[in-house]
């Protein structure tokens, strides 16, 4: 008989996600700004609902207050809550933010498949692809600005034409590195012996993109989409810096900074809070996508 009082008891396997979670958690720099990036999203979008400011209410006998207990950020020119502002400023930012990557992370991993998947249409592509890396960007951007500023406000109002602009200009010139490393993994999966095994019992190339090259060029996917929003913030606060973005009225982190800068001798602190929340969200951001491509890269989550 075989003596079973030495046998140790097996641990049962772990489903795949449980390991990048585990070794996400072990990403202290990931932990921290994911931590950091939900607390800006739930403060700037929770925040106004708790805050008894409005970010439009004008009262001119508390303009250029510092801080203090009534107006934690102090008050503007105009006598408008600081952060109320930053908390209405944020909701634009971030939406941004997220939909101009989700656009590019569109685009992108359309390109990357395509490119990947179907050899003739590789060169075509990846031509495309170097085409709008040589643009310079920010003059691009800004030419964008000047031509269609105009035309979108005037069909579907000043906010909403600019919010419109703002994203797809920042999308159609960001999504070139999510193509690139898309198709660098589309390539490497499709020689591989399951994708071989499904195109032999005839699969088509519509179930084959579906249900095995994209399944598996998720993990690449999902790293691009988070430097792809602090890409996006820093963009869309660059172009309302430069007084090109949203109406003046309208708060976003940049436009909060072009008006602070006037009066940047004698408060300083205007600059300061919204430096800070760009700040701290470009960095919780790209250390959280720091996190995810070591969590989802199985070569470095088995150690």
Same mark, same amino acid.
Request: hydrophobic letters at 50%; proline letters at 8%.
């Given at each position: 008989m075989t003596d079973m009082s030495?046998?140790? @008891?097996?641990?049962? $396997?772990? #489903?795949?996600?449980?390991?990048?979670?585990?070794?996400?958690?072990?990403?202290?720099?990931?932990?921290? %700004?994911?931590?950091?990036?939900?607390?800006?999203?739930?403060?700037?979008?929770?925040?106004?609902?708790?805050? @008894?400011?409005?970010?439009?209410?004008?009262?001119?006998?508390? !303009?250029?207050?510092?801080?203090?207990?009534?107006?934690?950020?102090?008050?503007?020119?105009?006598?408008?809550?600081? &952060?109320? !502002? *930053?908390?209405? %400023?944020?909701?634009?930012s971030i939406a941004v933010g997220l939909t101009a990557m989700l656009l590019a992370l569109g685009l992108g991993s359309f390109v990357g498949i395509m490119a990947g998947f179907f050899k003739k249409l590789d060169g075509p592509? *990846? !031509?495309?692809?170097?085409?709008?890396?040589?643009?310079?960007?920010? $003059?691009?951007?800004?030419?964008?600005? *000047?031509?269609?500023?105009?035309?979108? #406000?005037?069909?579907?109002? $000043?906010?909403? %034409?600019?919010?419109? &602009?703002?994203?797809?200009?920042?999308?159609?010139?960001?999504?070139? $590195?999510?193509?690139?490393?898309?198709?660098?993994?589309?390539l490497a999966i499709k020689e591989r012996e399951f994708v071989l095994a499904a195109r032999s019992i005839g699969t088509s190339n519509r179930h084959m993109i579906t249900r095995h090259i994209l399944p598996n060029v998720l993990s690449p996917i999902m790293v691009s989409a988070t430097l792809g929003i602090a890409n996006a913030i820093i963009t869309e606060s660059a172009l309302s810096f430069l007084g090109l973005g949203f109406p003046p009225d309208f708060p976003t982190w940049g436009r909060l900074l072009n008006d602070a800068v006037q009066y940047l001798q004698d408060y300083p602190e205007r600059v300061f809070w919204p430096g800070l929340a760009i700040s701290l969200t470009v960095l919780s951001v790209n250390y959280l996508g720091d996190g995810l491509r070591d969590a989802l890269d199985p070569r470095i989550r088995g150690r």
């Open positions: 030495n046998t140790e @008891p097996t641990t049962p $396997p772990h #489903s795949q996600w449980y390991d990048v979670w585990h070794q996400f958690k072990a990403h202290k720099g990931a932990l921290l %700004g994911g931590i950091v990036f939900i607390v800006i999203v739930f403060g700037v979008f929770v925040g106004p609902w708790l805050w @008894p400011y409005d970010a439009t209410y004008i009262d001119i006998r508390a !303009r250029n207050q510092g801080p203090s207990w009534a107006h934690p950020f102090g008050t503007d020119q105009l006598g408008r809550d600081t &952060l109320a !502002r *930053m908390m209405a %400023g944020g909701q634009t592509l *990846m !031509r495309l692809t170097d085409l709008f890396l040589a643009l310079p960007i920010l $003059p691009l951007l800004l030419v964008m600005m *000047m031509l269609f500023r105009e035309p979108l #406000s005037a069909a579907v109002g $000043p906010e909403r %034409g600019i919010f419109i &602009l703002i994203v797809v200009a920042i999308g159609i010139t960001s999504w070139m $590195p999510t193509a690139r490393i898309v198709r660098g993994d589309v």
